[in-house]
Every structure is written in structure tokens, then in C-alpha cells.
């Protein structure tokens, strides 16, 4: 089970620059982080495109949970503070707790703040950041397609 062979570690999940191919990504492999694999998460979110990232923007008032694509790591705890420096936790991105769905683990994941979430762009309502063909792949394998213009 994915739980034990990763106990001592601190998981995230990430949508966006820090996901493999990206470029926040370099902050994984040199922080020795371990990817679990793609994953979601359904919040009452959404995803907007700030134009060379996206950012998750909580508390959108939809009426049903909708679903956000990623990734999820394991970290260690210094790996965990090069990433909140990198998001600028906690004044721009804010860490909080969630459930991914797949692996069914505890994650930590980055949200826009309030006040950046003022500033957010278009939606992106497909809840996916520019997917590679391999997550694209994958998902569509497990009956997600989230189009060609993506």
C-alpha cells in the first residue's frame, strides 16, 4: 500500500510548474522527492490560469466538489519549506489538508490566498493545467478525456 511505503514522508499535491516536465519541478528531484503517481482532488475550487501557472482559488461556491488533476509527491521537510518558498506561502499560495482520491492520502496542496485570489484569471473547467500525453493518457484510460485543445 502506498501509505506504508512512504510513512516519514510529507505528501503534496501538485497541479501545475511543480508537476514532472515543469519547471518548479527541479525543486522535486533535487530535494530527492518521491512521485506517487497523478492523482485529484475535488474542493469547492477552481483552477485559474494566471497565465504562466495556474493557481487553485477555494471557496468558488459551486454547488458540487469538483475535481482538480495533479500530482502527488513525497517529501521531506526540507523539500516541504523550498516549495512554501518557492509558492510564497503563506502570503501569495497558502498550504492546506485535503483527500486525493486515487491513492486516498492525506495531502498538503497550495491555494491562492484571498487577497491574490483577487487578481485570478479565467477558470480553467476542465480542473487540468496543461497535461502531458502521459496524464493525459492516464486519465483517459480511466474514463477522463479532457479534450484535444487542452
Known sequence: ????????KIRVFVYGSL???RELNVLMRKGGAERIGFD???EDAVLAD?????????????TEELPIYGEVYAVDADTLAALDYAEGHPRFFRRYKTWS????????????????AEVADE??????WQPSAEERQFWKARG???GAAI
Open 1 to 8: 500500500m502506498v501509505e506504508n511505503q512512504h510513512s516519514g
Open 50 to 62: 494566471m497565465g504562466p501557472f495556474p493557481a487553485l482559488v477555494r471557496g468558488h461556491g459551486h
Open 123 to 128: 477558470p480553467i473547467l476542465t480542473g487540468i
Open 101 to 116: 482520491k486515487v491513492h486516498k492520502l492525506r495531502v498538503w496542496v497550495y491555494a491562492l490566498t484571498d487577497k491574490a
Open 144 to 146: 477522463v478525456d479532457h
Open 19 to 21: 508537476k514532472r516536465g
Open 40 to 42: 485529484y482532488i475535488e
